[in-house]
């Protein structure tokens, strides 16, 4: 629902300004009372507060460490070796990436098959996003010239459909025309 919001940009300035609005708040009430209200120095006796800081502090601590432990298996580095380690049958997908072309082997894409993306750049560095028919970037890697192993990312698609392919380092003159499609077929069994 909140998709089209978040693909057009203004998703992001309304969080922002949700974010800001409440602190612009605190910050003009407070000039004003120390402007026209009460400009003698407060009187407020700090260490009352202290167990109030330290819970706070407490609960910011837990909601970093929380927010990372829930979401740290969305790392592509986390669940690609999660999926490498899983047993499942990997379809290997192999490419190569130039100035302004990838090209890949020939490969069967299945939903709900993890595969394997490797890639190698043949002569600078270049970008290989893959994209959801809807526009939303799912991963990205990037391919950095001579090495000696390729790059690789394993991802399990679960919607069939046709994918697009973009570099997303800038490569060169050519760069916005680097992209391809991947098309992933419905899963036989
Ligand atoms: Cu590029």
């Given at each position: ?175 916005h025309e680097m992209r391809d499609e991947i098309v ?6």
């Open positions: 629902m909140l998709d089209s919001l978040f693909l057009s940009g203004w998703g992001a300035f309304g969080m922002v300004l949700f974010l800001l609005i409440p602190f612009l708040f605190v910050f003009f009430y407070v000039v004003f009372r120390k402007s026209f209200v009460d400009s003698n120095p407060g009187t407020t006796d700090a260490k009352k507060y202290v167990r109030l800081e330290g819970m706070w502090i407490g609960l910011v601590v837990l909601v970093f460490v929380g927010v990372n432990i829930a979401s740290i298996g969305y790392m592509p580095t986390v669940s690609t070796a999660k999926a490498a380690t899983s047993g499942q049958d990997i379809i290997d997908v192999n490419f190569t990436a130039k100035s302004w072309v990838f090209d890949f082997a020939e490969a069967t894409i299945e939903v709900g098959r993890p595969v394997r993306f490797s890639g190698k750049s043949l002569d600078t560095m270049h970008g290989f996003a893959v994209y959801h028919p809807s526009g939303k970037v799912l991963f990205t890697m990037m391919l950095m010239p001579g090495m000696e192993k390729p790059t690789s990312l394993i991802h399990t698609f679960t919607e069939p459909g046709t994918y697009t392919v973009r570099c997303l380092e800038y490569c060169g003159i050519a760069h992933v077929i419905k899963g036989t069994g």
